[in-house]
C-alpha cells in the first residue's frame, strides 16, 4: 500500500536520455557515499577484523586468530545477554503491539481526538533516553519516589533493584515512549483501509468483532510489518535507555547485547572481544530485518488492494 | 505525500463502521470505540504524569521535595535548580549540542538530497547508483552501537579524539540511509513533465535540483532535517566513546554526569532535563504538523 497520491499523469521515460544523464547526476550521489562508507561501512567491515585481532583500546593491534570468537563463544555471558536481548525485544513487541493497534483504530475514526492526542503522544518521542532513564529513576526510587510519596504500597517496590522488576520497568519505559509512536503509524494504516471493504461485510452481515478480526486485521499486515520492524530492530538500539537506567543491573539480569559490548570493549579494555559481540549484533540486526521482509513476502502494491 | 496533504478521504474508516443505518452506526461506533478509545485516554494519563512530575518536582526546593505529596503543585515554587543547573556549565553542553546538531544535520540533509536527486534521475541508466542505493538501504539495518569500536579506532587515527568533530563524522555517516530513503521517495513524486520542460529550456541538472526539487521537496526536507536533528540532539553513544573532558560533553552526557554528581538532589536533576528538552519542545511547538505528517506518512507505507 502507498501513502503517495501519484502524481496524475507520468510520462514514460525515454530510455535514450537516461544514459545520457545518468553521468551528469552520478557525481552528486558523491559526497554521501564517501561519509557513509568512512564512518559506515569502512567500521562495519572493521568490527569484522578487529574481532580476529588483540586491542586493548590504546596499544598495538595485534593479530589474535580466533582467540576472541573463542573466548566470546565459550564464555556464558554471551548467552545470558543474547537471551536478554531476545526477551527485551519479544516482551516490548507483545506489549506494545495489541496496545497501539487498539489506539490506532480509535484514533482513525476519531478526528476530534486526534489531533490533540497526537501532539500530546509526541512529546515522549522528544525526551532523550538519559532525560527518560533519569526521571525514571527517581520516579521509582523506592525511598523518596512515587510509591514512597503517595504511600501506595503497591507501587512501592525496590523497582530496580530485582532482577525480573527491572526487565518490567524497562519494557514499561520503552513502551512509554514508543507506544505513541505506533499508534500513529497504525491510524495511518487504519485510515487507508478502503470502505468499501466494510461495507461489502456489512451486506455480508459481519459483525464488528468479525470485522476487524477480518478486515481490519489483514488489511493492516504491511502497517504491522513495518510498526514490528521498528520495534524489533529498534529494540537492539536500546543501550542509551539501558546504560543509565540499570546499567545492565541489578546483577547482570538487563545486560543485553550492547551493552555487553560496551562493557567488554571500554572498562574490560578487551576490544578483540567486544568486536566479535558487535559482529553477532550485527548478524542478529541484519537477520531480523531480512525475516521480517521476508514476512511482509512479495510487492507490496498488488495483494492490499486485492479484491477492491 | 503525507498523510494528511491527501484529500481527506470520504469515509470514516475503522473497523467502526456500524451494520445498517445511520442511527445505529453512530451508536456502533460509539461503542466499539469504548474499549479503543478508554485505552487511548489511559495512556496518556500514563504518559502525561511522568512529564507533569518533572515539571512540578523541578520547582521544588530540595526539603519540600522530601516531604510533599509527589504529585502536588510546588508550595513554594523556586528557581534554585535551574539556577545551580545553569551554574553547572549546562550552557557549556547547550552550545556544543547546538554545534554538533547543526554540524551534522545541515550537511547530512544536504548531501543526502543530492544523492537522493541523483538516484532519482540517474538509477535508469546507470547500474553504479542503483548498486549505491542498494548500499543505503542495507545501511538502515546497521545498529551504529555496533561499529562504536572501529569509529573510536578510526577517530583516534585520524587524530579527532576529544573534539566535536568526532561526533559530526559518524552522526553524519548514519543519518544518510533513512535520509536518502524518505528524500527520494518524494523526489519521485515530482512530475516528470516538470524535468522535462526544465530540460528543454536548457536547466543543468544542477540547476534542475536547486531551482525545481528543492523547493518541491522541502516539506520533506524539513521532516528530515527535524527528524535527523532530533536524533543527533540527544545521541548519547557517540559523545560517550568518542570524547572525554567535560569541554567537550553534549547536553545528554552532560545530563548523565549531572546526575552522578547532583543525583540525590532530585529537583535539581528534574531541573537539567526540562532545560535540555526545552530547546527540542520549541523546535516541535513550530514544526509540529510537517514532522507528524511526515513521520506518519514516511513510515506507514
Not at chain 1, 576472541?68 to 503491539?97: C, D, I, N, Y
Not at chain 2, 544535520?105 to 537522493?116: H, R
Request: aromatic share 10%; net charge positive; with cysteine.
Amino acid at each position: 500500500m502507498t501513502v503517495l497520491a501519484p502524481p496524475p499523469t507520468r510520462v514514460p521515460e525515454r530510455s535514450t536520455s537516461a544514459g545520457g544523464r545518468s553521468k551528469s547526476v552520478s557525481w552528486m550521489v558523491l559526497p554521501a557515499l564517501a561519509v557513509f562508507v568512512a564512518f559506515g561501512i569502512v567500521p562495519l567491515l572493521g568490527a569484522l577484523g578487529l574481532s580476529f585481532t588483540q586491542w586493548d583500546g590504546i596499544g598495538q593491534i595485534n593479530p589474535a586468530g580466533l582467540d576472541s570468537w573463542k573466548a566470546v563463544l565459550t564464555e556464558p555471558g554471551l548467552l545470558h545477554a543474547l537471551w536478554v536481548t531476545f526477551l527485551v525485544m519479544a516482551l516490548s513487541w507483545v506489549f506494545q503491539t495489541p496496545m497501539s493497534l487498539l489506539i490506532g483504530v480509535f484514533l482513525a475514526a476519531h478526528k476530534r481526538y486526534r489531533g490533540l492526542l497526537a501532539v500530546l503522544y509526541f512529546i515522549p518521542l522528544l525526551l532523550s533516553s538519559t532525560a527518560i532513564a533519569i526521571t525514571y529513576s527517581a520516579l521509582l526510587n523506592p525511598n523518596f519516589g512515587l510509591g514512597a510519596g503517595l504511600g501506595v504500597e503497591l507501587l512501592n517496590q525496590d523497582w530496580l533493584g530485582q532482577g525480573n522488576l527491572a526487565l518490567g520497568v524497562l519494557i514499561f519505559v520503552v513502551s512509554w515512549q514508543f507506544i505513541p509512536f505506533h499508534s500513529l503509524i497504525y491510524q495511518g494504516g487504519v485510515r487507508q483501509i478502503p470502505t468499501s471493504l466494510y461495507e461489502a461485510a456489512e451486506i455480508d452481515g459481519a459483525g464488528k468483532i468479525r470485522t476487524f478480526f477480518s478486515i481490519t486485521l489483514p488489511q493492516l499486515k504491511y502497517t504491522i510489518i513495518t510498526s514490528s520492524t521498528l520495534m524489533v530492530v529498534g529494540s537492539l538500539t536500546f543501550f542509551d535507555l539501558i546504560f543509565v537506567l540499570t546499567a545492565g543491573g541489578p546483577g547482570d539480569s538487563t545486560q543485553v547485547l550492547a551493552l555487553e559490548m560496551y562493557q567488554l570493549g571500554f572498562k574490560a579494555n578487551l576490544m578483540g572481544p567486544a568486536s566479535a559481540i558487535a559482529v553477532i549484533l550485527v548478524l542478529v540486526g541484519l537477520g531480523l530485518a531480512l525475516l521480517l521482509r521476508r514476512l511482509g513476502g512479495g510487492s507490496e502494491a498488488d495483494s492490499q488492494l486485492e479484491g477492491v | 505525500m503525507a498523510v494528511s496533504t491527501r484529500p481527506a478521504p470520504p469515509r470514516s474508516g475503522g473497523p467502526a463502521l456500524a451494520r445498517q443505518s445511520g442511527g445505529r452506526r453512530k451508536w456502533g461506533l460509539r461503542r466499539w470505540n469504548w474499549f479503543g478509545g478508554s485505552l487511548g485516554w489511559l495512556w496518556l494519563v500514563v504518559v502525561m504524569v511522568p512529564i507533569y512530575w518533572i515539571v512540578i518536582t523541578s520547582f521544588k526546593t530540595r526539603a519540600n521535595y522530601y516531604v510533599q505529596n509527589p504529585l502536588a503543585p510546588p508550595t513554594a515554587p523556586t528557581l534554585e535548580n535551574y539556577r545551580q543547573v545553569i551554574e553547572a556549565d549546562f550552557t557549556r553542553y547547550f552550545t556544543n549540542s547546538v554545534i554538533v546538531t547543526a554540524g551534522a544535520t545541515l550537511p547530512a540533509v544536504l548531501i543526502s538530497f543530492m544523492a537522493a536527486y541523483a538516484i532519482v534521475r540517474g538509477s535508469a541508466g546507470s547500474r553504479f547508483l542503483r548498486s549505491v542505493n542498494g548500499l543505503f538501504l542495507m545501511g538502515l539495518a546497521i545498529p551504529l552501537q555496533a561499529v562504536v569500536i572501529p569509529i573510536y579506532l578510526i577517530i583516534i587515527r585520524l587524530q579527532m579524539y576529544d573534539t566535536l568533530m568526532a561526533i559530526i563524522l559518524p552522526s553524519i555517516a548514519f543519518a544518510i540511509p533513512l535520509s536518502v530513503l524518505v528524500l527520494a521517495n518524494f523526489i519521485r513524486d515530482v512530475p516528470k513533465e516538470l524535468f522535462e520542460s526544465m530540460r528543454l529550456d536548457g536547466a543543468t541538472e544542477w540547476g534542475t535540483l536547486w531551482r525545481l526539487a528543492f523547493p518541491l521537496t522541502r516539506p520533506a526536507l524539513v521532516t528530515v532535517t527535524i527528524y535527523q536533528g532530533l536524533g543527533v540532539w540527544n545521541g548519547f553513544i557517540l559523545p560517550l566513546i568518542l570524547t572525554q573532558s567535560p569541554d567537550q560533553r553534549t547536553l545528554p552526557l552532560g545530563l548523565w554526569s549531572f546526575q552522578g554528581q547532583y543525583g540525590v538532589n532530585v529537583p535539581a536533576v528534574l531541573a537539567s532535563v526540562v532545560l535540555t528538552t526545552l530547546p527540542i519542545l520549541i523546535c516541535y511547538a513550530i514544526g509540529r504538523r510537517q514532522l507528524l505528517s511526515g513521520l506518519t506518512a514516511g513510515f506507514g507505507r
